[in-house]
């Protein structure tokens, strides 16, 4: 079967770098996706890897190594306002989107 | 706002009840999604239309019925449901089907509680 695993939920203080990881196995690899969801929003789009390596886009960044079926998304100098979901989802052979459960990211001052 | 409308917002329906929810894009997209997003668990694709066609049914309960008028609107009509089917339920569209490299746009959701 298909599978994502992500951290159900981690903290970290403001100002810090926390890192979320996501492992996955799936039939096939077309991209991976990052998206942050506030509580009671909608899913917004971070980032996204077809290519090893590190994208950087400002605070984030997101890490693929397909050989190891692995990513991270860095967050740098976290601000209370990145408290929300994170979710991981890879585009498998048939470009379905196979998600995660999400990783729950909780910032103290 | 992101360009995915989705109402109501909140629902609270009993198990005899029919209602429908609504979503509404403005970007141009041709193919819409909608899914079922319980706590602690992945998203769950429940159908996909492109270019209003269906083209996924993802073995979903006939309690559920999606109406797809046009490439711009979506409906999921509710009958008959059971207190497990409580849950956020996302639309979501994107250019074309497959074809996401910058990834799905969503509706904020339409929290469901069946009661």
């Known amino acids: 079967g298909q599978n994502i695993d992500q951290p159900t939920e981690m903290t970290a203080t403001e100002g810090a770098i926390v890192q979320i990881n996501c492992t996955y196995q799936?039939?096939?690899?077309?991209?991976l996706f990052w998206y942050q969801q506030h509580a009671g929003e909608a899913p917004t789009f971070l980032s996204y890897?077809?290519l090893d390596g590190l994208e950087e886009k400002g605070r984030f960044s997101s890490f693929l190594s397909r050989s190891k079926g692995y990513s991270y998304l860095l967050l740098k100098e976290l601000q209370m306002k990145d408290s929300a979901s994170y979710l991981c989802?890879?585009?498998?052979?048939?470009?379905?989107?196979?998600w995660g459960a999400g990783t729950k990211l909780i910032i103290k001052p | 706002e992101t360009g995915v409308t989705q109402t109501p917002r909140h629902l609270v329906m009993g198990m005899t009840n029919k209602k429908s929810l609504k979503c509404e894009q403005h970007?141009?997209?041709?193919?819409m999604y909608w899914y079922k997003q319980s706590a602690k668990k992945p998203l769950e694709l429940m159908f996909v239309?492109?270019?209003?066609?269906?083209?996924e049914n993802n073995s979903v309960p006939s309690r559920f019925s999606p109406e797809c008028p046009n490439s711009s609107h979506l409906f999921l009509h509710l009958h008959t449901l059971q207190p497990e089917d409580s849950a956020l339920y996302l639309c979501?569209?994107?250019?074309?089907?497959?074809?996401?490299?910058?990834?799905?746009?969503f509706g904020s959701g339409t929290r469901l509680t069946v009661v």
């Open positions: 890897n077809v």
């Open positions: 989802a890879v585009k498998d052979s048939n470009y379905q989107l196979i």
């Open positions: 970007l141009g997209h041709n193919a």
């Open positions: 799936t039939s096939g690899f077309n991209g």
């Open positions: 239309y492109n270019f209003k066609e269906q083209t």
């Open positions: 979501a569209s994107s250019q074309a089907l497959g074809d996401f490299d910058y990834g799905y746009t």
